[in-house]
């Protein structure tokens, strides 16, 4: 059974900085792609960032670009999000997710089939 445990969030001032941590198990993770996703209240899920498992390439949202890094490290099954220079546009649910499809990093949330329990974020003006 895939299981993902998100932890890290808090509550931040602007311009202060998270880390989220994403702990993943009961599937091959080295084959995966792994993305963080975020639902802030009345909003739409959306795709944050995404690491694939070959060549660990990543890809953010035009709005994080430049303050969030996604990381991971496959030995300890372990995905990272460092979010700097935070912003309260930024408060939200933070969930991560493995695709259905192994190492493709899709930004549809239908594209991705185990989803983690969230944390949440939020950031103080």
């Known amino acids: 059974e895939v299981q993902l445990v998100e932890s890290g969030g808090g509550l931040v001032q602007a311009g202060g900085s998270l880390r989220l941590s994403c702990a993943a198990s009961?599937?091959?993770?080295?084959?995966?792609?792994i993305g963080w996703f975020r639902q802030a209240p009345g909003k739409e899920r959306e795709r944050v960032s995404c690491?694939?498992?070959?060549?660990?390439?990543?890809y953010y949202a035009d709005s994080v670009q430049g303050r969030f890094t996604i990381t991971r490290d496959n030995a300890k099954n372990m995905v990272y999000l460092q979010m700097n220079n935070l912003k309260p546009e930024d408060t939200a649910v933070y969930y991560c997710?493995?695709?259905?499809?192994?190492?493709?990093?899709?930004?549809?949330?239908?594209?991705?089939?185990?989803w983690g329990q969230g944390t949440q974020v939020i950031v103080s003006s």
């Open positions: 690491i694939n498992s070959i060549d660990s390439n990543t």
């Open positions: 009961g599937f091959t993770f080295d084959d995966y792609a």
């Open positions: 997710a493995v695709p259905k499809i192994r190492n493709f990093c899709f930004t549809s949330t239908r594209a991705f089939g185990s």
